[in-house]
T-cell receptor, first 114, second 110 residues
């Protein structure tokens, strides 16, 4: 069974640009959640999608958005990039939403904003 | 104060030693995860606990809901166990959210 696939693995963007990251979950998994990891803040929960609906959201500004498609693939978008958005963005998939379902993580997308 | 606190932040041990990493939380939770992150960023979910104890190979995780505390134990530690171990909890406060500890960097020397 293929694991969680995130693309691209590495990305360099300029301040003010926008970026879209992609996450393909494990086949059969319908829940996708996104996380940001920085050296200063550690891992932080961004949002979770299940059946194309956002179910949970962390404390991030509206510049961070996401969506999920009918095939469960998810995209995360960050608009008007700031230097502080440089981070490792991880997604995880699970069979169902939240509440401690076993989650499988992708390798992450390392975003650098210059 | 962080909602999830891990200790120690850094731990260095010799191969074969018994390792304990602790996680304390201050809010009501529905479940707790232990995650392992190797250099390069890949994260593996080791355990998901809502009560009691789980064992997988040399890894054991326990949780005490009343005391709001969980421990991750590694028996017969090996250099390949060197990684950052992260505790994460699903918080039950309005909208559910996942909150992470700051991680414990474990180094096992041969």
């Amino acid at each position: 069974k293929a694991g969680v696939t995130q693309t691209p693995r590495y990305l360099i963007k300029t301040r003010g640009q926008q970026v879209t990251l992609s996450c393909s979950p494990i086949s059969g998994h319908r829940s996708v959640s996104w996380y940001q990891q920085t050296p200063g803040q550690g891992l932080q929960f961004l949002f979770e999608y299940f059946s194309e609906t956002q179910r949970n959201k962390g404390n991030f500004p509206g510049r961070f958005s996401g969506r999920q498609f009918s095939n469960s693939r998810s995209e995360m978008n960050v608009s008007t990039l700031e230097l502080g958005d440089s981070a490792l963005y991880l997604c995880a998939s699970s069979l169902g939403p939240g509440q401690g379902r076993s989650a499988f993580f992708g390798q992450g997308t390392r975003l650098t904003v210059v | 104060k962080n909602e999830v606190e891990q200790s120690p932040q850094n731990l260095t041990a010799q191969e074969g030693e018994f390792i304990t990493i602790n996680c304390s939380y201050s809010v009501g939770i529905s479940a707790l995860h232990w995650l392992q992150q190797h250099p390069g960023g890949g994260i593996v979910s080791l355990f998901m606990l809502s009560s009691g104890k789980k064992k997988h190979g040399r890894l054991i995780a326990t949780i005490n809901i009343q005391e709001k505390h969980s421990s991750l134990h590694i028996t017969a530690s090996h250099p390949r166990d060197s990684a950052v171990y992260i505790c994460a909890v699903w918080i039950i406060q309005g909208a559910q959210k996942l909150v992470f500890g700051q991680g414990t960097r474990l180094t096992i020397n041969p």
